[in-house]
């Protein structure tokens, strides 16, 4: 063979060569950097750890649409709990009650037996839609909800400090925070939109003196944000109202596992600006939820007002019986978050990587085999 044709083998090898060294490289890149943004997770599927894991969750039907605009939660028999933002005239007079699945644009499928009328809406008479301070409304409706739900103790003063004490302690800015508290709701997920299953979130109470944004009094608000450094989990739209839970440890034994409602979904940063930022994460505004225990008080004589009765939160008969304890249960990103990220892309470099370098070293050993049997010809 004469050098002009060798030249022109070896150029043309070569540049298959580059190409396809491209080619791996930029799936290689590409591959990683999109397991590592996956990551970026706000809540899981209720469903997963039990079909009435969080039994006094309730949604308000948008008027007109088959669509989540609010959650509630059950405190009594006849009474919902909710935010005072959620009475509005985009809120219709449906609730859905006692159930986990909640198809975002058809409730055709969705057992009657879970629908209620709401027939009174009472919010707090000193709520204010600027700061969201008093944002607390109460819903009654048509019929005992007691045949698919159960209601959830509300804390109350005492166990609210037992809680702020327990968020002081525990706490870090920069780094893991044990999970203090639960949220849930049918709200925006973002990457997959409203989801049809209710969603918990576990989630770190934050000491108010580095709650960002708290400006009132902290009376007020309970705040709460992701327990994991560098992961964005936060409630969305959609999910005000809905509860934020804590566990009184020294109830653990009761039948209700000593959870207790310590806040309403209320105000927080815009869930794509947090999620779309995950370097800030501790610079914006932090999940705020309505402090329930500033307004037992009130509960109590708004129920009693309407339904003319002795209603009292202390009632034993509000106290539900769970057969699983949702702190027990439910798993926290952080063991995930950190191994799924070292392995996936740890697999992502090497998979993708080694089999560019398996490519280049055949095609290496193909054209020193071809020039020796040139030269030897």
Same mark, same amino acid.
């Given at each position: ?28 890149? %590409? ?63 449906? /609730? ?26 009472? *919010? ?35 166990? $609210? ?10 706490? +870090? ?7 203090? +508290? ?6 925006? =997920?973002?990457? @997959? ?21 708290? &400006? ?7 705040? +709460? ?7 964005? @989990? ?37 869930? *794509? ?16 939820? %309505? $402090? ?15 339904? &003319? ?30 191994? %799924? @990220?070292?392995?996936?892309? /740890? ?10 370098? =398996? ?19």
């Amino acid at each position: 063979m004469t050098l002009h044709l060798w030249v022109k083998k070896l150029t043309y090898l070569v540049g298959i060569f580059i190409v396809f060294s491209y080619q791996s490289l930029v799936l290689a890149h %590409t591959t990683v950097n999109t397991q590592a943004i996956a990551k970026a997770i706000n809540g899981t599927d209720a469903t997963l750890y039990d079909s009435q894991l969080i039994p006094w969750q309730a949604a308000l039907k948008q008027k007109g649409f088959d669509s989540v605009s609010c959650g509630a939660v059950v405190i009594s028999e006849y009474w919902l709990l909710t935010a005072a933002h959620c009475n509005s005239s985009d809120i219709g007079d449906i /609730a859905i009650v006692g159930t986990s699945l909640i198809e975002d644009g058809n409730f055709t499928n969705l057992d009657r037996k879970h629908f209620f009328n709401i027939v009174q809406k009472i *919010s707090h008479p000193y709520y204010n839609e600027d700061n969201f301070i008093n944002d607390i409304a109460l819903f009654r409706v048509n019929r005992s909800m007691y045949d698919v739900a159960q209601p959830i103790k509300l804390a109350t003063s005492n166990e $609210q400090i037992m809680a702020d004490i327990t968020f002081s302690n525990s706490w +870090a800015t920069n780094m893991d925070s044990p999970v203090t +508290a639960i949220a849930s709701g049918w709200g925006d =997920t973002l990457r @997959k939109g409203y989801p049809t299953t209710l969603q918990v979130i576990s989630l770190a109470g934050v000491p108010d003196s580095q709650c960002v944004g708290l &400006n009132i009094g902290n009376e007020h608000i309970v705040c +709460a944000d992701s327990n994991i450094n560098g992961l964005i @989990k936060d409630v969305c739209s959609g999910d005000s109202g809905g509860p934020l839970i804590w566990q009184n440890h020294q109830a653990v034994s009761d039948s209700d596992k000593g959870i207790r409602l310590i806040g309403l979904t209320s105000n927080g940063a815009k869930c *794509s600006t947090r999620n779309d930022n995950p370097e800030n994460q501790y610079n914006q505004l932090t999940g705020q939820y %309505t $402090q329930v225990s500033t307004h037992r008080d009130w509960i109590e004589q708004q129920i009693q007002y309407y339904d &003319n009765s002795t209603f009292t939160l202390n009632d034993s008969s509000l106290q539900p019986t769970l057969n699983i304890d949702p702190f027990a249960v439910i798993k926290d990103a952080s063991s995930n978050r950190d191994n %799924t @990220k070292i392995v996936v892309t /740890a697999a992502a470099e090497h998979t993708e990587s080694g089999g560019a370098i =398996t490519f280049y070293s055949l095609l290496l050993t193909l054209l020193i085999f071809y020039y020796r049997r040139n030269q030897g010809n």
